[in-house]
């Protein structure tokens, strides 16, 4: 993780996920990576403290395990339509993709 | 006769059994309660009124034709909006859901409505649960029926609320590290954590997933005990769900609890704590002492470590969950882009500021090469916090402290976006951030409870212990409970 932050690095984290916000706010994100920075600092300096110990991916201890590839009764195509606002013949319309 | 919107559900399916009361004059009591505290508290986000009633009509009939019914059946419950009901309005608390009516139930929904559970309605939350003083909803703040000035708490500011004001017999509500717990203690009721894997998290709408857990908020230990035994169990739909026997913790509340340790981080009551706050804490120390607890002071790892875990955790989960709201399956749509792209944009624009802040800091947190390694590490002191805990639990049953290191917060404390900040908040952020992360981190059950007021503000006790401690934290809370008056104070809504 790069440690300095600067403005255009936020800018062009808001074109990646396409999420609009204005300077002062900009200002607010960069405060907040910064303290997210700080963090980070925590954890390495605990390298040595932890390097032998495992990782916790569940906190209950479950194993992967495979359930039964069985059929089950899904929702009808009406169902998963009805919460958007525009369809066509049973497809979710969209504005046109490409310019 | 006891106010019918004050009832505990132990005694209203008493008084439901007996047949002194029907499920509909409940429910009426509790709608009309609503009408008339609603506009003061602003608990609810949706009200389903009528649907309350054609349920509370079901049980009736039930119980005329003789029919057993559950502990839960023809009482009213409000839900917090962040899980999914099906047809009924879902939010989280954000205008990009102001539109969703789910299809389907979350598990928890679908045992209470089993269980002949009478629905009020979707209690009002901080946008996706991000917040602690329900400010940041797009709909409304709840106000803390204690002093209209103040907030509720969060993120279930809602759900507490509600069952403090008497709009609720008990609620459904949910956190990440005290969302159910600490809007609990603001509002002098009583909240519960149980531990993570035990209650399934299908159906919440995801913000962090690996430290959700739904919970129940109620006026009274009895009351959490019968809500989990009916919540609690296996789903084949939650991946991280225990197959576990779900005890009959009602039945079990009762122990004696002269041999039980209680261990006290020195830390939990220094620092910024308020002082009324650590009195009322002390108090509620000596009354277990009375009882015949021991109380041993403990050292726990440094609230800084899980602080860092928590916060890297947290960064890279709900980035990944946020994406998903882009206005075509479902959700807020914005019509007016030209084009795909365009439409993301305007879509997007509708996240409250303190949602765009979260998801762009985790983002650019993400992008870096080196977050993987830091992710992986962080693993790892989750591993030293459990080991840490672990070796605790040897020496101690359970850990005892203030739930929150201040009573409730006044309102606009959330301005243009963001969470004030002073000299005062400094001092209280780490007691916050170390009373409740470093347990939730591990998934360990936890209790908060009233233990007395400040100036006639709430004050919450915490209780919590290793996994599958529940029995265990019932027994201690109750025995605290029936041994003093603080849960029988109701607020007066001014």
């Known amino acids: 993780m790069k440690t300095n932050i600067n403005l255009a690095d936020i800018e062009h984290i808001t074109q990646v996920y396409k999420l609009k916000i204005n300077e002062r706010q900009k200002q607010v994100v960069k405060t907040r990576l910064e303290r997210l920075l700080s963090q980070v600092k925590v954890i390495k300096k605990l390298h040595k403290q932890t390097e032998k110990l495992e990782e916790i991916t569940n906190i209950c201890q479950l194993e992967n395990v495979f359930r039964k590839d069985k059929v089950k009764a899904s ?25 | ?196 894997g035990l209650v399934s998290r299908y159906g919440i709408i995801a913000m962090a997933s690996s430290l959700e857990c739904p919970g129940p908020v109620c006026r009274a230990v009895e009351d959490v005990a019968i809500c989990l035994e009916y919540i609690t169990g296996y789903d084949s739909h939650d991946a991280n769900s225990l197959k576990k026997t779900v005890p009959k913790y009602s039945l079990d509340l009762i122990r004696p609890i002269k041999n039980l340790v209680f261990g006290l981080p020195k830390e939990y009551l220094s620092g910024g704590i308020e002082s009324g706050v650590k009195k009322r804490v002390v108090e509620a120390i000596k009354v277990l002492e009375k009882l015949g607890a021991k109380i041993r002071e403990i050292k726990l790892l440094p609230a800084e470590y899980s602080s860092a875990v928590y916060d890297i955790l947290y960064a890279a989960e709900v980035a990944s969950n946020l994406s998903r709201y882009d206005g075509i399956r479902y959700g807020y749509r914005v019509s ?8 993301y944009f305007l879509n997007r624009e509708v996240f409250g500021p303190m949602i765009k802040y979260q998801i762009l800091t985790d983002l650019r947190s993400l992008s870096g ?72 981190l591990v998934g360990l059950p936890g209790i908060s409870l009233p233990c007395g007021f400040v100036n006639g503000l709430p004050v919450g006790l915490q209780i919590y212990g290793p996994l599958f401690s529940e029995s265990k934290i019932l027994q201690a809370a109750y025995a605290y409970e029936q041994a003093t008056q603080c849960r029988k104070f109701k607020a007066k809504i001014k």
């Open chain 1, 75 to 99: 929702l009808k195509q009406t169902e998963v339509l009805s919460s958007t606002n525009k369809t066509k013949g049973g497809y979710i319309k969209t504005v046109k993709v490409l310019e």
């Open chain 2, 1 to 196: 006769m006891e106010s019918l919107y004050y009832l505990t559900i132990a005694r209203a399916h008493q008084l439901l059994k007996s047949r002194a009361i029907s499920s509909v004059e409940l429910t009426k009591a509790v709608l009309k309660r609503i009408n008339q505290a609603e506009p003061k508290i602003n608990s609810f986000i949706t009200l389903t009124a009528d649907l309350a009633l054609k349920q509370a009509f079901r049980v009736d009939k039930k119980i005329k034709n003789n029919q057993p019914i559950s502990k839960l059946a023809g009482i009213p419950v409000s839900i917090k909006d962040v899980f999914v009901t099906k047809n009924i309005k879902t939010t989280s608390g954000s205008k990009i859901l102001s539109n969703y009516f789910p299809q389907y139930d979350a598990t928890v929904m679908q045992r209470l409505l089993s269980s002949d559970a009478v629905i009020l309605g979707k209690t009002n939350q901080d946008e996706f649960a991000y917040g602690f003083t329900t400010e940041t909803s797009h709909f409304k703040t709840t106000c803390n029926p204690w002093d209209l000035s103040r907030t509720a708490g969060g993120s279930s500011g809602g759900s507490a609320a509600s069952v403090a004001a008497g709009e609720a017999i008990y609620s459904l509500a949910s956190e990440h590290y005290d969302s159910i717990r600490q809007p609990a203690a603001w509002t002098g009721v009583v909240g519960f954590k149980p531990t993570y």
């Open chain 2, 336 to 343: 007016k882009g030209k084009d795909l792209n365009e439409q």
């Open chain 2, 369 to 440: 090469g080196e977050f993987d390694k830091i992710y992986h590490q962080s693993l790892k002191v989750r591993r030293l916090i459990k080991n840490d805990f672990e070796s605790v639990f040897k020496k101690v049953d359970l850990i005892i402290g203030p739930m929150s290191p201040c009573v409730a917060f006044k309102k606009g404390f959330y301005k243009n976006g963001q969470y004030l900040s002073s000299p005062e908040t400094d001092r209280l952020k780490p007691l916050v951030n170390m009373y409740s992360q470093p347990p939730t």
